[in-house]
């Protein structure tokens, strides 16, 4: 048994407009095990990036826990904040307003380096930046150039290499390849797939294509309204969807095959509230589906 | 069937201070009556640039040249931009991707929607408000009074898509031009989405160029595909052709870089190299450097479009009756294995080997 790196507990985040309570992320349980990749799909408004963004510490919490490591990450000393904040780093969706446009790829990349006190010296910071750069597939001549130079695949390359550079354990991608064209999407895929294996990492990859989440992802945690409706192998959730918004959100997705669109039936899922008292049950060992 | 655009040898460049972009280069397209006809490319492929031509739709920095351009019995090539605006009025309608930038901000939607009515068809008062209504209804929304007082902010995403789907169908066009609509929706959206086009396409009778990047997507709509690289169309026929015999290295990377429902590859296929710089003209074939089966002859010359059935045409090097035997990657030839079983259930004939095929350059 791997021992998870992340665990859930109860985790809540409540917003409020006026006095109107809006439960974006509404008691939730998951694990995430060390060196795994967790795929969080739901649509728009479903709470996914607000729970990645708790997750990485840079979003709010308004109740139950987030352990890393097996310590609260809300009661965290000094110390042991500064070492999380290292260990967990974001890659945003849009490479094209992740990155400060007036700073030099070299310092994008550094920054990290630079909060931390991971170079001895400029000539160490440097070298440190060329290495991200060689890891990413970037040339070392980018240094000296602004995101404005670059497309959006090497953009998100950057962004990449931002997150690397404090070597990190943990990584939020929150929809990290929407933006970009089908073949680059499959360079980023490569890219993160071949980093994952090489250092050990652990990634939370939330998204709306399910496609790349099904190829990328251990196991599959479907949100809607805020609330886990379905959590399982990924296997398992593609396969045997027990859930009716799980079912309808993998019906949706058009496979690259005429003869698989032609024939599917496009299934409607009643958008009604979830019960609130409705929890989570295991139907199967290691799948489970809230209670209907 | 008829045709209701044709486009021959198409070509926009546009003057950036003292550079060119050759954005377009030489595209033949025709758009069959009552079909649908899917335009897919990446990022600078010109798949935008050339639709926008085809609207009239680009600025002053745009040369656009062709042999010919014909909407039904219009050359497009002598059209003035006052008719251009009464065309895209009435018999054009035009979709985009983000229904924000296609919507007026500070103007109720049922007004909106009735303005090319009142406009170019002089429709006013009780039977303008019904026309509207109807439009809005015929979308999948109810209480079309209500959503027709509402301003855009005040509608979800997939609400505002269908309210500019309802604005380009209120005219009854006879084409209707969708640029990536549903590439910002969540999955189930887009899939009502396409739902709701193919509606309405069967219902009046539309032809349908729809852009976009999306390989499932054009499954989904599509009954001809164009694949367009570096400003020219690479490879055109049905979907079932480009899905399952495609013959065009790049159609093969693209189908490859996509994960099938059961992927078991460690690395997806990706093209090596980046597209082509389209400020110089192209010296031979644009995706030679990218393609690993590229033969000396793809940096000198540039290919010919090749036929591979009646409704099948490449333009590669591969297809020449003189390349030697080759093999395209495993994945591809599982593909051309389902073509071959297609084909032979709905005929007697074996497949003809696409290179001997293709033959003949035309």
């Given at each position: ?66 352990l890393?490591?097996?310590q ?16 967990v ?11 400060n ?7 994008i ?18 070298a ?8 990413v ?7 000296n ?42 360079q980023?895929v490569?890219?993160l797939?071949?980093?994952q ?25 479907v ?14 959730i ?10 309808t959100l ?29 929890s989570?049950?295991?139907?199967a ?8 | ?38 335009l ?37 090539l ?48 009780q ?46 066009p ?8 549903t ?48 400003g ?19 159609t ?27 400020h ?21 010359k ?26 395209p ?9 389902r ?24």
């Amino acid at each position: 048994m791997t021992e998870p790196l992340l665990t859930m507990n109860d985790l809540s985040v409540t917003f409020y407009k006026g006095r109107q309570a809006i439960k974006a992320v509404d008691q939730i349980n998951f694990t995430i095990n060390a060196g795994t990749t967790v795929g969080l799909v739901g649509e728009s408004g479903s709470g996914k990036t607000t729970t990645g963004r708790a997750i990485a510490g840079i979003g709010p919490i308004s109740g139950g826990d987030v352990l890393f490591g097996g310590q609260s990450i809300r009661h965290f000393s000094h110390a042991a904040r500064k070492g999380f904040r290292r260990q967990v780093q974001m890659v945003f969706q849009d490479p094209f307003e992740s990155l400060n446009p007036r700073q030099k790829v070299v310092d994008i990349i550094a920054e990290g380096i630079d909060n931390f006190h991971l170079a001895t010296s400029r000539e160490a910071r440097l070298a440190q930046v060329l290495r991200l750069l060689t890891q990413v597939g970037l040339p070392a001549d980018a240094i000296n150039r602004f995101p404005h130079e670059f497309s959006g695949g090497q953009r998100q390359r950057i962004g990449i290499a931002r997150a690397l550079a404090v070597q990190p354990k943990f990584l939020v991608l929150d929809e990290p390849i929407s933006a970009l064209d089908v073949s680059i999407q499959a360079q980023i895929v490569n890219l993160l797939r071949q980093i994952q294996y090489e250092q050990h990492l652990t990634y939370l990859f939330i998204a709306h294509d399910l496609s790349m989440v099904h190829y990328i992802s251990d196991k599959i945690v479907v949100m809607y309204q805020g609330r886990i409706v379905e959590a399982g192998d990924t296997d398992a959730i593609y396969h045997h969807p027990l859930h009716p918004y799980t079912q309808t959100l993998l019906s949706s997705v058009p496979q690259a095959d005429p003869m698989l669109e032609q024939q599917k039936p496009v299934l409607h899922f009643d958008r009604q509230a979830l019960d609130p008292t409705a929890s989570l049950v295991e139907a199967a060992p290691a799948h489970w589906v809230l209670a209907q | 069937m008829t045709d209701i655009v044709t486009v021959k040898n198409l070509k926009v460049i546009f003057n950036e201070g003292n550079e060119q972009v050759y954005a377009v280069n030489g595209v033949d397209l025709n758009l069959r009556q009552g079909e649908t006809l899917a335009l897919v490319g990446e990022s600078g492929s010109g798949k935008s640039v050339a639709t926008h031509a085809l609207l009239g739709l680009l600025g002053k920095d745009a040369v656009v040249t062709a042999d010919e351009m014909l909407y039904g019995e219009t050359d497009l090539l002598q059209t003035s931009r006052r008719q251009y605006t009464h065309l895209r009025g009435q018999e054009l309608g035009l979709i985009f991707q983000d229904p924000l930038s296609g919507l007026n901000p500070t103007m109720r939607i049922g007004r909106q929607i009735g303005e090319g009515l009142k406009v170019h068809r002089h429709v006013h008062g009780q039977a303008l408000k019904q026309a509207v209504f109807a439009a809005i209804e015929d979308v999948g929304l109810a209480d079309p009074a209500l959503i027709a007082r509402k301003y855009p902010h005040e509608l979800s995403g997939g609400q505002r898509q269908r309210a500019m789907i309802a604005m380009a169908l209120v005219m009854q066009p006879k084409v209707l031009i969708a640029d990536e609509p549903t590439t910002a929706l969540d999955v189930t959206l887009q899939a009502q989405i396409l739902a709701l086009i193919k509606a309405q396409k069967a219902k009046h009778d539309l032809s349908v160029i729809f852009i976009t990047h999306d390989l499932g997507v054009v499954a989904n709509i599509a009954d001809r595909v164009a694949i367009m690289y570096a400003g020219k169309i690479v490879e055109v026929g049905t979907a079932n052709e480009i899905f399952y015999h495609p013959q065009h290295p790049y159609t093969w990377g693209l189908l490859d870089a996509v994960p099938s429902s059961d992927d078991q590859r460690d690395q997806l296929f990706t093209l090596p190299g980046t597209p082509p710089d389209l400020h110089q003209p192209i010296k031979g074939d644009a995706f030679a450097p990218r393609n690993p089966y590229a033969m000396p002859i793809d940096f000198k010359k540039e290919p010919p479009l090749f036929q591979v059935s009646p409704t099948h045409f490449v333009r590669s090097w591969l297809l020449d009756p003189r390349t030697p035997h080759y093999q395209p990657p495993v994945t591809i030839q599982k593909r051309w294995a389902r073509f071959a079983q297609l084909h032979a259930e709905q005929t007697n004939d074996p497949v003809v080997e696409s290179q001997q095929a293709g033959g003949v350059p035309v």
